[in-house]
């Protein structure tokens, strides 16, 4: 059963960092491209960026291109999303999903940009 | 980008009744590669988002046949032949033609008269 698990959610002042993690599990790691997705509260969801499954391909929304880097570590079967230069608008549950086309989700992990 | 827009944005329905969502592209979602990149997702309250439906009309391993997809270029659909109570939620289209940026409709919230 494939499975992922994001951590590393939580309050930062604007202006601040943040590193989300997803660990995954019940699939081949490193044959797939990865997803991060996030939803504002009461609001659709957001495409924000993905990563090819060898890390040599990255995209993002506009939004936060120049200040969030996602990246992966095969290994360790694990994805990341640092995200820097927070602001209130970044405030969002990120989830983390299988494949370009989100196949999979996790559960999400909530950030919060408030001073 | 490609923008897509869903229609309605509420839809009451009736228990045991079909309904019928509509996603509309701003371009044409059909690849180089003949395939057409649309997909469906299903997020119940308080639950993460769940694929039902990719490339326009295949269903997901697990979800029920009442779910079908259809359409082509711009304009496609996502029935439910009868709905049920589990179906409350919000539905999504996406759009992941190879390229960014990925996009999303604004979501329609389907409730229970």
């Known amino acids: 059963e494939v499975q992922l698990v994001e951590s590393g959610g939580g309050l930062v002042q604007p202006g601040g960092s943040l590193r989300l993690s997803c660990a995954a599990s019940?699939?081949?790691?490193?044959?797939?491209?990865m997803t991060w997705v996030r939803q504002a509260p009461g609001k659709g969801l957001e495409w924000v960026a993905n990563?090819?499954?060898?890390?040599?391909?990255?995209y993002y929304v506009d939004s936060v291109r120049g200040r969030f880097t996602i990246s992966r570590d095969n290994a360790k079967n694990s994805l990341y999303l640092q995200m820097s230069s927070l602001r209130t608008e970044d405030t969002a549950v990120y989830y983390c999903?299988?494949?370009?086309?989100?196949?999979?989700w996790g559960q999400g992990t909530t950030v919060t940009v408030s001073s | 980008d490609v923008v897509l827009t869903q229609s309605p944005l509420s839809l009451p329905v009736t228990l045991g009744q079909p309904a019928s969502i509509s996603c509309r592209s701003s371009?044409?979602?059909?690849?180089?590669?003949?395939?057409?990149?649309l997909t469906w997702f299903q997020q119940r309250p308080g639950q993460s988002p769940r694929r039902l439906i990719y490339?326009?009309?295949k269903r997901d391993s697990g979800v029920p046949d009442r779910f079908s997809g259809s359409g082509s270029g711009t304009d496609f659909t996502l029935k439910i032949s009868r709905v049920e109570a589990d179906d409350v939620g919000i539905y999504y289209c996406?759009?992941?033609?190879?390229?960014?940026?990925?996009?999303f409709g604004q979501g329609t919230k389907v409730e229970i008269k």
């Open positions: 996406m759009q992941d033609t190879p390229g960014p940026p990925w996009t």
């Open positions: 019940g699939f081949t790691f490193s044959r797939r491209w």
């Open positions: 999903a299988q494949g370009r086309g989100c196949d999979v």
């Open positions: 990563i090819k499954e060898d890390g040599s391909e990255k």
């Open positions: 371009q044409s979602l059909v690849y180089s590669d003949g395939n057409t990149y």
């Open positions: 490339r326009v009309s």
